[in-house]
């Protein structure tokens, strides 16, 4: 799972990264990290969840817009991204943002 702070992301079926490389990978706690699967309905319809808190290390507001799912931890393969509801800002040392994608089939 990974974030953005892209101004207004937009997400792109020709996307191949996230938000067209505009990936968050400043640190503090907040870089692409792998997510925790639980299964979800198995009945149809079907649903998988992928979910990851993440935990800010810095000092200094951050604001994510936007959030993507890949297949690895390094580079990886784009499978979804999407902008954000609302925005979520980190600020203090030890703030959490939970990140939880429901996948149905």
Not at 45 to 64: A, D
Request: aromatic letters at 10%.
């Amino acid at each position: 799972i990974a974030l953005t702070t892209l101004a207004s992301p937009t997400a792109s079926v020709s996307d191949t990264t996230c938000f067209n490389g505009n990936e968050y990978a400043s640190g503090n706690g907040m870089n692409r990290a792998q997510g925790t699967y639980q299964a979800g309905s198995q009945v149809a319809p079907y649903t998988h969840v992928i979910k990851n808190t993440f935990t800010y290390t810095g000092s200094s507001p951050v604001t994510f817009t936007g959030v993507c799912m890949l297949n690895a931890a390094g580079v990886g393969t784009l499978f979804a991204e999407d902008a954000l509801g609302s925005t979520a800002t980190v600020s203090a040392n030890g703030d959490q943002l939970t990140i939880t994608w429901t996948f149905t089939h």
